[in-house]
């Protein structure tokens, strides 16, 4: 998994805005085993690729959830309830470059779209990372747009899906947009958002009004 440099920008804008200015002992959870592409080595004078690294030297406490293992990384499965009481309510900061759409809960793609299993696995990583941030969370997401990457993962979304997760759960929308995100290709759009956790409340709707938000 590669952070790109419009993710890392996307960050800090979005923390920024949030009026976190600093990351020095922020809780921060990180989505998956990541990479720091060239250009944000580049631009952000980072000698090691690694994502953990960067955020450690800026004196954060990092966790980085990736069922390889690699590089300090937690093995949760985030289509299940979080094992761990620790992580509930616990996260400053939750960071998503490209993750949420390889949750639907089996290691291969299912040959049908649209079934229970796959959706209660969605449903259920979204609930998860609303549980283990506390209220004032940032959460920080670049996704596959609907339509744009055919065959990459296995779910693909659009505004108004992030428009119905922040509505519902009352969060506090900080940006919001649809942009290109490689640079080595002009086909790749994704969603751009994050948003601030206002209220400690169950996430909502429920896995059967959530999964008509979704797209393949």
Not at 127 to 142: A, E, L, P, R, S
Not at 189 to 204: G, H, I
Request: hydrophobic fraction near 35%.
């Amino acid at each position: 998994m590669g952070t790109h440099i419009d993710s890392l920008d996307f960050f800090w804008e979005s923390v920024k805005s949030a009026g976190i200015a600093k990351l020095k002992d922020k809780q921060m959870l990180e989505l998956g085993n990541q990479i720091m592409r060239q250009d944000v080595k580049d631009k952000y004078k980072i000698r090691s690729g690694y994502s953990k690294i960067y955020f450690l030297n800026l004196r954060c406490h990092h966790t980085a959830i990736d069922w390889n293992l690699k590089d300090g990384t937690v093995p949760i499965d985030m289509c299940i309830p979080i094992p761990l009481k620790r992580y509930i309510n616990n996260f400053d900061i939750v960071t998503d470059f490209g993750c949420m759409e390889h949750y639907w809960g089996d290691e291969k793609k299912p040959k049908e779209w649209g079934l229970d299993k796959e959706m209660v696995a969605q449903w259920q990583s979204w609930k998860n990372i609303h549980d283990m941030g506390k209220v004032g969370c940032v959460y920080i997401h670049t996704l596959p747009f609907l339509g744009s990457v055919p065959g990459h993962g296995l779910f693909h979304y659009d505004l108004p899906f992030f428009e119905n997760v922040c509505k519902h759960n009352n969060y506090e929308l900080i940006s919001l947009y649809k942009q290109k995100h490689d640079i080595r290709t002009d086909a790749r759009d994704y969603a751009f958002c994050s948003y601030v956790k206002k209220e400690d409340k169950p996430f909502v709707p429920g896995w059967e009004v959530f999964k008509e938000w979704l797209h393949r």
